[in-house]
């Protein structure tokens, strides 16, 4: 039986200190690793062969040992507020969406982790068809590196894992890009500049706290009692909301680091005064904020938003009961690149 080689690693799945161990390895100065990482996430270089400052045998020899793949972006679309959707091609015919967030002080990046998801929120469009695969941690850091190629000179100064996806379903992948991307060699983004967002997977949650890391944890909620929040969400009947808020508070504690609840209002389903009441009531006492987000309509669901009224009042009664919150502004609504308006199949361009 022939014998299967494995493939070789993107260069952009290993971590500095490994870099740094392969030069040794090689008896290649340790400098190399820092000229490498400069190429590569401040040179933004495509090719080993564009890393001219390197000697010509030393990049011949990379190009056996690593590949190096630069994303295929297929299509760009820019909203009239500014905001831009990217569809990239991360394989045969399977696709994922990136969207950038400019501000007047921010550019902000929302990744995707996955090819599809597992996870069927009712009202989330990146869920519709399925999950195909995990991103690796390469795929990852080719949206941001493509990205910011894109849209120079507007620096990208914050980076959240909201994408198509659930982050912490791709844990080991989803780490490994968020080292590159704190990593001062690296992409050098601060770690209170990140935000990861889970759907609420307990194991991983406790297992992502003993990281250490400063990265910012976003956690959607989108409902205050188990029988709404498991109609909406499914990954609910698996980790119900009393272990849910027992693992965040755990969290909090532990890490001494606040939380972010993402909640999704959906007329005459979740965002009525007693809506409000019994999310202030689940949330009382914990280091946490609500990032109250407006349903953002997609063809593919009949849930609709509520009216400003109707927000105005949810937003009253939290303040009533002492809970911070802040009401996501919607961006890039007319490309579907708002919130749980991503999808991975080419045709939803």
């Known amino acids: 039986m022939t014998q299967t080689l494995p493939l070789p690693q993107d260069i952009k799945d290993i971590s500095f200190s490994d870099l740094q161990l392969y030069f040794q390895k090689n008896k290649q100065p340790a400098f190399r690793a820092q000229q490498i990482f400069q190429a590569l996430y401040v040179q933004k270089v495509k090719s080993f062969q564009g890393m001219s400052h390197l000697p010509l045998a030393l990049r011949q020899q990379l190009e056996k040992d690593f590949i190096f ?3 295929n972006l297929e299509k760009e679309q820019v909203a009239k507020d500014g905001t831009r959707k ?9 696709y994922v969406e990136t969207v950038f967030i400019p501000t007047e002080k921010r550019g902000t990046v929302c ?12 009202f989330c469009a990146s869920g519709l068809g399925g999950w195909r695969r995990n991103l690796s941690c390469a795929e990852i850091i080719n949206q941001i590196l493509c990205v910011q190629e894109r849209v120079a000179p507007k620096p990208v100064t914050h980076i ?6 659930e982050p912490l379903d791709n844990y080991d ?3 490994k890009a968020l080292k590159l991307i704190n990593e001062k060699n690296g992409l050098n983004i601060a770690a209170r500049r990140i935000t990861v967002s889970t759907c609420g997977l307990i194991p991983e949650i406790k297992r992502f706290a003993q ?3 400063q990265v910012e944890l976003a956690i959607s909620l989108h409902a205050a009692h188990d029988t709404l929040r498991s109609q909406l ?5 698996r980790y119900p909301l009393e272990e849910l808020m027992l693992c965040c508070r755990w969290y909090a504690k532990t890490t001494n680091r606040q939380i972010t609840f993402e909640y999704i209002l959906l007329k005459g389903i979740n965002s009525r005064p007693q809506d409000a009441e019994t999310l202030a009531r689940l949330l009382k006492g914990l280091l946490c904020k609500v990032n109250l987000i407006v349903y953002n309509a997609t063809e593919s669901f009949s849930f609709s938003p509520p009216s400003f009224r109707e927000v105005s009042e949810f937003q009253s009664c939290l303040e009533k009961q002492g809970i911070l919150f802040t009401l996501r502004a919607s961006r890039g609504q007319d490309i579907q690149g708002a ?6 199949a080419q045709k939803a361009f």
């Open 339 to 344: 919130c749980g308006q991503l999808r991975q």
């Open 233 to 237: 969400m499914p990954v609910n009947r």
């Open 111 to 122: 990744l995707s982790t996955q090819v599809g998801c597992k996870f069927a929120c009712a």
């Open 69 to 71: 793949v630069w994303p």
């Open 173 to 175: 992948n989803v780490l």
């Open 160 to 165: 959240v894992f909201m994408g198509i996806g």
């Open 86 to 94: 990217f569809l990239f091609r991360v394989g045969n015919e399977e």
């Open 211 to 213: 990281e250490k890391m």
